[in-house]
């Protein structure tokens, strides 16, 4: 059984949630809430695995409950409502490289058509829950070296989905100035949402991040974000190549075509990092780089949210190595990851 806690101070969105949970036999509602003051008291004692939270509420919203939640409980889910306008846009890119596992659009959020809700909802807390996730078989052993040889590669790309903004955050966080190689990350996110990621990351990174356009040339020191609703392919010379094509992908921009066009443009030279997501995109794409020679790494089950990607890559082949998300930050910062933690005057969960 998923216990699941409802935040929101909409009193229609979340009658409309318990009546569509009620009907699903692994989900319970544990407890609502208002607002984040009344969560922060009631939370502890429902106990959940995973909570909806919106982002815009009176007094403390969701982006400032969100890190009390996580401190309480490392492995919780949340699941974020939030308006898709650019104050909207902003916090949500925020809270889900704070931690929060995906979202959902609030402005397409109809409480009457209980079926819509069923689909956008129901279906992502099945993907996210701590219950929902799949068995799978244990990763190939690690070749017995200290670790991935990484100092030949020429050019890293990194392929990420659900959960993947905050561990792609984490990894471009260790990265030193002078990272010697160009980074290029493919993350599923919808239209509007990839430039203000890119944004953050630059501000919170020591390489500089941008979201890609058009001719934008791959350097070392920088890393570019593929933008929502275009494929980026890697061109010989290292630029950017964005294209609609193929226009019938699952996911657009989609880390297959980013890492095929890749493993073609430097063979033997490319770093392929697939993180946490659902769903198959990137495994054949790991395939291409490994069998051109790159160096590939899988995220470990340990760390991921969801571990359909990885997952993926591993049983197609497409893994070299598989680590955990704080390896693979401490592999590229070079061994010397910064753990260092601002303090915090965020509130906290109120015990009982």
């Given at each position: 059984?998923?216990?699941v806690?409802?935040?929101?101070?909409s009193?229609?969105?979340?009658?409309?949630l318990?009546?569509?949970?009620a009907?699903?036999?692994e989900?319970?509602?544990v407890?609502?809430?208002?607002?984040?003051?009344?969560?922060?008291?009631?939370?502890?004692?429902?106990?959940?695995?995973?909570?909806?939270l919106?982002?815009?509420?009176?007094?403390?919203?969701g982006?400032?409950l969100?890190p009390?939640?996580?401190?309480w409980?490392?492995?919780?889910?949340?699941?974020?409502?939030?308006?898709?306008?650019?104050?909207?846009?902003?916090?949500t890119?925020?809270a889900?490289?704070?931690?929060?596992v995906?979202?959902?659009d609030?402005?397409?959020?109809?409480?009457?058509?209980?079926?819509?809700?069923?689909?956008?909802?129901?279906?992502?807390?099945r993907?996210?829950?701590?219950?929902?996730?799949?068995?799978?078989?244990?990763?190939?052993?690690?070749?017995?070296?200290?670790?991935?040889?990484?100092?030949?590669?020429?050019?890293?790309?990194?392929?990420?989905?659900?959960?993947?903004?905050?561990?792609?955050?984490?990894?471009?966080?260790?990265?030193?100035?002078?990272?010697?190689?160009?980074?290029?990350?493919?993350?599923?996110?919808?239209?509007?949402?990839?430039?203000?990621f890119?944004?953050?990351?630059?501000?919170?990174?020591?390489?500089?991040?941008?979201?890609?356009?058009?001719?934008?040339?791959?350097?070392a020191g920088?890393?570019?974000?593929?933008?929502?609703?275009s494929?980026?392919?890697?061109?010989?010379?290292l630029?950017?190549?964005?294209?609609?094509?193929?226009c019938d992908?699952?996911?657009?921009?989609s880390?297959?075509?980013?890492m095929?066009?890749?493993?073609?443009?430097?063979?033997?030279?490319?770093?392929?990092?697939?993180?946490?997501?659902?769903?198959?995109?990137?495994?054949?794409?790991?395939?291409?780089?490994r069998t051109?020679?790159?160096?590939?790494?899988?995220?470990?089950e340990?760390?991921?949210?969801?571990?359909?990607?990885?997952r993926?890559?591993?049983?197609?082949?497409?893994?070299?190595?598989?680590?955990?998300?704080e390896?693979i930050?401490?592999?590229?910062?070079?061994?010397?990851?910064?753990?260092a933690?601002?303090?915090?005057?965020e509130?906290?969960?109120?015990r009982?």
């Open positions: 059984m998923i216990r806690f409802l935040v929101d101070d009193a229609f969105v979340r009658r409309a318990t009546r569509v949970l009907v699903e036999p989900f319970e509602v407890g609502e809430a208002a607002s984040g003051g009344e969560a922060l008291a009631r939370i502890a004692a429902a106990d959940p695995d995973l909570v909806t919106d982002v815009a509420m009176p007094g403390m919203d982006l400032q969100l009390a939640l996580l401190r409980k490392p492995s919780l889910k949340v699941l974020m409502i939030s308006a898709h306008t650019r104050d909207g846009t902003d916090a890119v925020a889900l490289a704070a931690g929060a995906d979202f959902i609030k402005t397409t959020f109809n409480v009457m058509d209980l079926e819509y809700l069923r689909r956008e909802v129901v279906d992502r807390m993907l996210v829950a701590p219950a929902a996730r799949p068995p799978v078989r244990p990763p190939p052993p690690r070749p017995s070296l200290a670790g991935p040889e990484i100092s030949r590669c020429e050019l890293c790309v990194i392929g990420a989905s659900t959960g993947g903004p905050a561990a792609v955050q984490r990894i471009l966080q260790a990265l030193p100035a002078r990272f010697p190689m160009p980074v290029v990350v493919v993350q599923h996110m919808p239209a509007g949402f990839t430039r203000p890119a944004q953050r990351l630059d501000s919170l990174s020591r390489v500089r991040v941008t979201e890609a356009e058009d001719g934008t040339r791959l350097a920088t890393a570019v974000i593929a933008p929502a609703g494929h980026l392919r890697v061109s010989p010379n630029a950017a190549v964005l294209t609609a094509e193929p992908a699952k996911h657009v921009p880390v297959d075509v980013t095929r066009s890749a493993a073609r443009s430097r063979p033997g030279t490319v770093l392929g990092i697939l993180l946490t997501g659902m769903g198959e995109d990137g495994a054949d794409g790991m395939v291409a780089i051109g020679g790159g160096v590939t790494i899988a995220e470990s340990a760390s991921c949210v969801v571990y359909g990607m990885p993926a890559a591993i049983q197609r082949g497409g893994a070299g190595w598989v680590l955990s998300l390896e930050a401490e592999l590229l910062a070079g061994g010397r990851p910064d753990r933690q601002p303090p915090t005057t509130p906290s969960i109120q009982r």
